[in-house]
């Protein structure tokens, strides 16, 4: 065995997307930060894909008790409405400090920051930057993080943190070329982002595979309502190679139409009072069931239409949306675009303390790859609100943790170079294993769900667990530990939708009669670590 | 499904001396994206197939390649048969990942002074078009002035200008441009017309850029003595013998009966240096039925200023040359200069149509010339390729009388006021197109812009012609043919 280069940090944050930056700055200020990235950090992760918006309370007409209303709502009050609190105060410091590093976010004539309806909000808060906000957001978070003295080891895969006893003292990594490297550290925040990957129609960019739920997990982490994933109402669905690549909210936000292929107007079927604003669960299933029942459009989807829109109204709004269909052949000032449902956020996640600790001492994790804050089903705009407002509390409290002489157990290092050296001469391409694994998902546990669909799909996972995956070359190492972080998080989600017994928020159980609505729902959070796994039924007010 | 043959470069620092290509054949879907070829290559032939990518969705810069040597993203250009994929030209890591952070390390930060507020909106509508940047790097990857002295390049430049308009930066980007090699660039557009954010780097930052160099009195002497003489002689070149406009009738009747009337407009070069490649341009039109009005009161455009960033002359320009070609009933003004006609079409709102000698003479078709035993390579002038959009039209023209050996379209260094502010850079620009030129084994170089047709002149030591002058040299062939063989009949 050769040996590992060893790093050492006071903190190490895992991740470059808008909570892993948010994070790294803010824990620069406390001592030396190394921020890991699987990608070139800043390109990597769903933030700078994010498009329609970040809400934050900023008018007086507007106030935190209705930004806090509404995301219960939304989240079918399956939300811990302390960090749901704590989300909508900090929400406006945090786009403040963005401002105050240099973003760029559209302005009223009267130059204060402009702000869109979005679904399932009773006020228009929703900040944006034309249909281009998390890369404004991440050009700013960048360009402030060059500034800092963070380290940023790019093109570095966590694979595994490493314990001392109960606590998280580090994590061990691959560089580009293969090879092990260690990181030791006082405190770790994890900052993966999301992993809708795991399904076969996904808004996700390519690192939204799951990854910190599944390191979180076999570090003895617990996560909270895994079984929550957001079905995005409006993905592309051509070119089929491309499908399900977001078509934002801001489109029906902006005033855009769904029809389905008999050019009716669908949605005053399923929530007359909001139409096509209701909430992203309800437009999801409608859609999906116009789809189902047979009256979707050739390539499978339905319209969604802004032709009636002022040309100019597309291009300054959703200049990003115009350019990426005039790309694929259709110019939607002109033509109606064809959407049809996909995989777009993980709700669930680890579960953390306001302090964004997690039950592991010595890890802390923020963003997407938490759960709590968006409860059963997020609001569009809450998520990059989150990846702030979390991150800077992240990177705070590891930049607090104590410094400590801990060092990494030589074995822990001996045993994940073992798991690597077996994918060497394994024998099923990464790549076989995670296509089956997408299809599995999206017919067993995507928008409608039901215990034996659930619990084949499980079987398919466990099934695929078993083979041995095999590296061509020590380049290929990450993609076999991705694909196996990709089955722990397909199961994590599946266990908790059997888990779940009711249909709440994103999670529609076919097969389960309920009697009760979500505010009077008997169940609170699933739960899944190493030790334990259940549904609270907390008595709810 | 369909199938698609693919030639990919390859190359492994750990082992290969130099890149190769290696050829494959996938099938994928309809509508399937380069990413999506790769991928499939990826993930059901080599495994070892390096690439780089991460949104899939054109918003995160991972993704450029070379796509039929055009740099491109992967995720959104579509994938055809029998192409060819490469890195963009980098340094590259393996296969198609090249090393972008050496670069982005280099951009520019903004320093904020820490107070949040937004700019008003009017600032923020227009440094929201440079702000859509990726960081994809195909505009660097093009950039020829980049190759030949310390210019630290389009997305650079990108960058200052949006901090140079954000009230909230604290530093003095304008002074910090100009050491960055401002004046390098020479307004070929090549940066612009790959980017896949469509943003108009020469224009909307590097002339701004200069104009604001310009306020704080930063302009290059050379460039100052131009706007001077510009402003005294409503011209950029100084005279140097008869010029074309002092010889030139006010209208010339066409030989046959009138297809066309354009009005035309000179511009200095071919006005003040190239007087007889103009003639032979009236030759040629005069042949071919186009009727040509020349209003004499005609002054320099004003592109040397433009692309300079010494703009406050710019609109008495603009007024006199209008008036000159409205006053006349003009509906069709015809320029044989690249840079004027860029000029004339980007920069200025005329009441007529600007058109190109190539677009007039292909839209109305010519005499057949004679075919010249020669062989020719042709070179692209920027500002007729990107500032106008003119590829095929001179293609077609020069291959009714020489055959054409291509070479690949790069600047020469005569634009941007490069040739005059910093002539080494032109210079070496123009060396570098000697090298290709050579390379084609024409004897003879053809050009349609007199900035391009001057420079190179003096970088290659074949003749260098305008496209009008070979045409108007296989009209001559034509009747010397015709006389003889009525000596002979
Ligand atoms: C297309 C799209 C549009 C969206 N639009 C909006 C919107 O308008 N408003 C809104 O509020 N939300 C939106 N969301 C959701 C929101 O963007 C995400 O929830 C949020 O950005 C997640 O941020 P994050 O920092 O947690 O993770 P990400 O931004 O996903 O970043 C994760 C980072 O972790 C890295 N990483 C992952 N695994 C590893 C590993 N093993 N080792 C090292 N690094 C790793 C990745 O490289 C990446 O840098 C959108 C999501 C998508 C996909
Ligand atoms: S216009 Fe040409 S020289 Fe100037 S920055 Fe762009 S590519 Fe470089
Ligand atoms: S300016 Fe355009 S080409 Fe250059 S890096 Fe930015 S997005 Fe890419
Ligand atoms: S993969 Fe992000 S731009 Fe192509």
Redesign the interface.
Known sequence: MRSAEVLDCHVLVIGSGGAGVRAAIEASGYGETILVSK??A????CT??AEGGYNAVLREEDSCGIHFEDTMKGGAYLNDPELVSILVAEAPQRI??L????A??????S???AQRPFGGQTFPRTCY??D?TG??MM?TLI?RL??TNVEIE?EVTALDLVREGERVVGALCLD?KGEVMVIRADATVLATGGGTQIYDISTN???GTGDGFAIGYRAGAELIDMEMVQFHPTGAV?????RG??ITEAVRGEGGILRNAAGERFMSRYDPERMELSTRDVVSRAIATEILEGRGTPHGGVFLDVTHLPRQQVEEKL??ML??FL???VDIREEPMEVAPTAHHVMGGLRITPDAGTTVPGLFACGEVTGGVHGANRLGGNALADTQVFGKRAGESAGRSPRRDSCIDPKAIEAQEERLAAFLDGQV?P??VIRSLKTAMWEGAGIFRTEAGLNKTLGVISHLSSLRLLA??R??LA?CCTAQNMLLSASLVVRGAILRKESRGAHMRKDVVQTWDARNSPYGHTYQSLDRSGIETAVRS | MKKIHVRVSRYDPEGDARPHYQNYVVEVNEGARVLHVLQAIHDEIDPTLSFRYCCGAGQCGSCAVRINGVPGLACMEEARDDMTVEPLDLPVKKDLVVDLLPYLNTLPRIQPGGEAFVPDREKVELIKPLRSCIECLCCVSVCPAMDVTRFDGPAAMRQEQRLALDPRDRKDRVTEAVSRGLFACTSCQACWKVCPKDIEIPGKAIEKLRALANRKGLTLPRHQEVARFIRESGRSIVRTGPTFLEDAPEVIEPDGPVRATVGFFVGCMYNGRLPATARDAMEVLKRNGIRVIIPREQVCCGSPLIRTGQIDFIDTLKKRNIDAFVFRNIDTVLTMCAGCGSTLKNDYRTPFRVMDINEVLTKFGIEAPARLPIRVTYHDPCHLLRGQGIRDEPRELITQVADLVEMPSVCCGSGGGVRSGMPDVASALGENRRKEIEKTGAEIVVSSCPFCEFHLSEHTDRPVRNVTSLLLEGYREKDRKKAEQQVQG
């Open positions: 990608t070139l800043g390109k990597g992760g700078t894909m403040n400090d401002l105050a590093w240099g760029v976010f559209d302005v009223t004539d130059c204060d920051v930057a034309g281009r890369h404004e050009m360009e060059a500034s790019n580009g960019s390519s690192s051509y070119p089929y190679d491309a690549r977001l200049p990003v350019e990426q790309k694929f052949g391409p790549s076989t061509r070359t380049e290929n993609e």
